[in-house]
């Protein structure tokens, strides 16, 4: 009995110091292997979006711009829909990107570099060395860093917390001086969830319907980049009773099948699924033709 109490005891005093070199390990920070890309060349529309994210929520980010956000895309489909390419589909089932807005470039020169990536306490740290030269410009330049991260690597991490320690070095003009440097921290850029940024597809423009072979009506519009549309027709300018053609790829269908003589009334409306959630934009403005 006592040779199994102390054994119990030995195994208690064992698991404690186990949780607490992890404790320790955790808190010193573990090293995780990623990919760094700072790059100015964002796409244009990730940007646009996020400046219209942050217009359209001014009590929460009036403080703030997209130089200041960060975002984790770990689905292909949203990744795709911001304007993103160079990453296929199997890419994220193993990985997923964070995309830290680190600041407004003063000249081309100042560079920025990513000098390692941590976990803390289940907080993923980021560390950036920019470099700034004795003479900075007027051109401003909105610069962003990629990270590309193994899901296993940073599985129970909260991504929605980052911190951020910048060193930056200030050379100087005379080769003689002693460049400075100033270490500062800060808790981190503000999250935005990406999903966030996906709107609605824009309501359809420029509907017209032309009549075709006998009991027939070719409907076209304007196209809209990465969508698929519903076309609804009824006989009825109330649209009672509606009949609805879906999962339409192109800006043009053939009705078929329709009732000689009679006039149809035709709306138009584009939608796009993302990550397993349909979004939907407005009906057209109605438009009417009569079939042969």
């Not at 589909?89 to 680190?102: H, M, Q």
């Not at 809209?224 to 609804?232: L, R, S």
Request: proline content about 2%.
């Amino acid at each position: 009995m006592k040779k199994t109490l102390k054994l119990v005891c030995l195994l208690v005093m064992l698991s404690v110091f186990v949780m607490s070199l992890a404790m320790i390990s955790m808190a010193e920070g573990k090293e995780v292997s990623y990919k760094s890309t700072i790059n100015s060349d964002i796409p244009l529309k990730f940007s646009r979006l996020v400046n219209d994210f942050i217009r359209r929520n001014p009590k929460k980010y009036t403080k703030y711009s997209s130089k200041d956000t960060y975002f984790v895309l770990d689905n292909y489909d949203v990744y795709k829909y911001l304007g993103f390419s160079g990453k296929s589909k199997s890419f994220f089932k193993d990985n997923l990107l964070i995309i830290n807005g680190i600041g407004t470039s003063g000249s081309m020169r100042k560079s920025f570099v990513n000098t390692g990536v941590t976990i803390n306490d289940g907080i993923i740290n980021v560390s950036y060395t920019q470099t700034v030269p004795p003479v900075i410009t007027a051109d401003h330049v909105y610069v962003t860093d990629i990270i590309e991260l193994k899901k296993s690597d940073v599985k129970g991490v909260d991504l929605t917390k980052q911190k951020i320690t910048t060193r930056s070095i200030y050379t100087t003009s005379r080769p003689s001086d002693t460049p400075r440097s100033d270490t500062y921290f800060t808790n981190g850029l503000i999250y935005i969830d990406a999903q966030k940024l996906i709107q609605k597809p824009s309501q359809v423009e420029k509907v017209k319907v032309k009549t075709a072979k006998k009991k027939q009506l070719k409907v076209s519009w304007k196209k809209i980049d990465g969508v698929k549309y519903e076309v609804k027709y009824s006989l009825k300018k109330s649209m009672k009773n509606a009949k609805f053609k879906k999962n339409i790829k192109n800006n043009k269908v053939t009705l078929k099948k329709l009732k000689s003589g009679k006039k149809y009334y035709i709306k138009v409306r584009a939608y796009q699924k993302i990550e397993n959630k349909t979004y939907i934009g407005k009906w057209s403005e109605k438009i009417a033709n009569i079939v042969k």
